[in-house]
């Protein structure tokens, strides 16, 4: 295990747990003012292109045995922003609802 390997998933696992975090933060707040869809979504990209440079690289490939855990938290922190992503559009729906029920 080299060090590099060691601190990309110390960088990986750091900025997935706040995900669990931010979910519940929207869960709760039952709006989706505050967030940016463009923002999230960029995030996805960028976990999407780490698990690629993972995936065609062969030193990675070829130590994956050594190595899966690096893989097993950029795919924990897709989800984990998926999820996100997917509370986003259900408090969108929270605030038309509530918009509309003050119009009425």
């Known amino acids: ?17 706040s995900w669990p975090l931010n979910v519940r933060k929207s869960i709760l707040a039952r709006t989706a003012k505050g967030k940016s869809l463009g ?3 960029l995030i996805e990209f960028g976990y999407i292109v780490g698990i ?3 995936l ?5 490939i070829a ?18 922003v998926g ?15 509530a918009e509309a029920a003050k119009q009425e």
């Open 63 to 80: 130590n994956f045995s050594q190595k899966w855990y690096v893989l097993f938290f950029y795919v924990l922190n897709f989800c984990m």
């Open 39 to 41: 923002f999230l979504l």
């Open 83 to 97: 999820a996100d992503v997917i509370v986003y559009f259900r408090n969108r729906r929270l605030d038309a609802a």
């Open 1 to 17: 295990m080299e060090l590099y390997d060691i601190l990309e998933a110390v960088m990986i696992a750091s900025f997935g747990a």
């Open 56 to 60: 065609i690289n062969p030193n990675y």
């Open 52 to 54: 690629v440079a993972k």
